[in-house]
């Protein structure tokens, strides 16, 4: 075999979806979705929801719609970080409760090879940015933007 032939390898890259919009417009279904599509494709999924969000179920996330899937409740966004190591696909629900570090966060996750899928809240009630989504925003690769269906 020749000794100046290099074998290329794919390596694989991670990537950030952000997943925004109003109130009721569907971003924890489309996460639902989403994590379960990568539950077909056989990947290692794992979800997470801050710990103030109990308004459904204490430990899954929960759409508007009743579609429910297991998360894992943190307290603040270094705890995905602990808990991702083991994962492909990393899903978290009600982004807007955590704080900047979750940018980071996120981030590193996707540099480390996983795929990151973020929902939450991209303004508040005043339709003012909500961070710190605006900032995921910035660094995503793919943005659905989900608008209230009336």
């Known amino acids: ?35 379960r599509r990568a539950e077909i494709a056989k990947q290692r999924v794992k979800v997470f929801k801050p710990k103030i969000d109990n308004r459904y179920s204490e430990f899954e996330i929960v759409s508007h719609n009743e579609q429910s899937y297991p998360s894992v409740v943190v307290e603040d966004a270094d705890e995905i970080l602990e808990k991702s190591f083991d994962v492909e696909v990393i899903g978290i629900d009600e982004a807007q409760f955590f704080d900047n570090n979750l940018i980071g966060i996120c981030q590193n996750l996707a540099d480390s090879g996983k795929r990151v899928i973020v929902a939450g ?23 659905p933007r989900l608008m209230l269906s009336v």
Request: aromatic fraction near 6%; charge should be negative.
């Open 1 to 35: 075999m020749n000794e100046n032939l290099q074998i290329r390898t794919h390596k694989k890259t991670g990537h950030i979806e952000v997943i925004c919009g109003s109130m009721f417009s569907g971003k924890t279904e489309e996460l639902i979705r989403r994590i």
């Open 121 to 143: 809240l991209d303004q508040d009630y005043r339709a003012l940015p909500f961070e710190p989504i605006p900032q995921l925003l910035a660094i995503a690769e793919y943005i």
